[in-house]
């Protein structure tokens, strides 16, 4: 169970199953359709209420992509990255905590903005305009563009022009409302010892994390069905945890046999 640190919903969520595991490696579309697909199976409102998860902040999809991380592989964060000097080249590995991290970047109230009277809208005082946060719907219509930051950003701001001050204004305000997860992370490269920066995109990083996970689905539908004459039905219902031993068990005593 968590409180996504945008909406203050609480939520909660369990492990994929196989059935979630083909959605992953079978379903087409771009990676937020993928994503919302994965989020309405496996996560669900505390209360029982109906949540619509495409209106959710950037902040809180990403929130619970890397909860449902934490529920697959554990709360570290493992990357690895190459060693920016051209005379050194080594391998780095950056690991951090996912809980810290999503703490880190916590949300805060920006000076000199007030909610204004459409629900879910900001305005900055004293200036013409006023602005919503972005969303996972947003994220779903920019898809593909030229400019996914102008237009998605055109979308959340209620005004005819914006000038370049206010512009800053509002994606400052923004930032400090729901501030991404997607950033630089440090490493420190093991042989020449420099500092070094990588990108972390959460959304990319997850989806590839849990695509590459779920490569066994077939063969583990294969081996259940094949030894334990288990319809499919019910191997994809099996929660992944206990589809893996029951796999890894059968694996074994293939090798001694």
């Known amino acids: 169970m968590l409180r996504l640190p945008v909406s203050g919903l ?7 199953a196989g059935s979630d595991d083909l959605l992953l490696r079978e379903k087409a579309g771009s990676d937020i ?5 994965l989020i309405e199976r496996v996560a669900w409102a ?9 209106l ?3 902040t809180d999809i990403e929130t619970l992509l890397l909860r449902i991380h934490q529920a697959v592989f554990g709360d570290t964060i493992r990357a690895e990255a190459r060693c920016a000097d051209a005379d050194c080249g080594a391998r780095v590995d950056i690991a951090f905590s996912a809980g810290a991290y999503v703490a880190h970047h916590a949300p805060r109230p920006p000076k000199g903005v007030e909610p204004a009277e459409r629900e879910g ?8 305009v006023t602005f919503r946060l972005p969303n996972a719907s947003d994220l779903l219509a ?11 950003l055109a979308r959340c701001v209620d005004a005819a022009d914006v000038p370049d001050r206010l512009r800053k204004r509002v ?19 093991p042989e020449c010892h420099r500092t070094m920066n990588a990108d972390f995109d959460v959304l990319a990083y997850v989806l590839r994390e849990l695509r590459d996970q779920a490569e066994s689905i077939y063969r583990d539908v294969h081996l259940l069905a094949f030894h334990y004459k288990w319809p499919e039905e019910s191997i994809l219902a099996l929660p992944r945890s206990r589809r893996l031993r029951y796999a890894r068990m059968l694996m074994q005593e293939e090798r001694l046999a």
């Open 171 to 189: 994606e400052r305000a923004m930032a400090a409302l729901a501030p991404s997860l997607s950033h630089e992370v440090q490493g420190q490269c």
């Open 10 to 16: 609480r939520v909660a969520v369990r492990q994929p």
């Open 56 to 58: 959710l902040t950037v």
């Open 121 to 128: 809208w900001f305005r900055i005082v004293g200036e013409p």
């Open 142 to 152: 920019v898809a593909g563009s030229k400019r996914p930051d102008g237009e998605c």
């Open 33 to 37: 359709e993928v994503v919302l697909s």
């Open 46 to 54: 505390a209360d029982g209420t109906a949540i619509d998860w495409g």
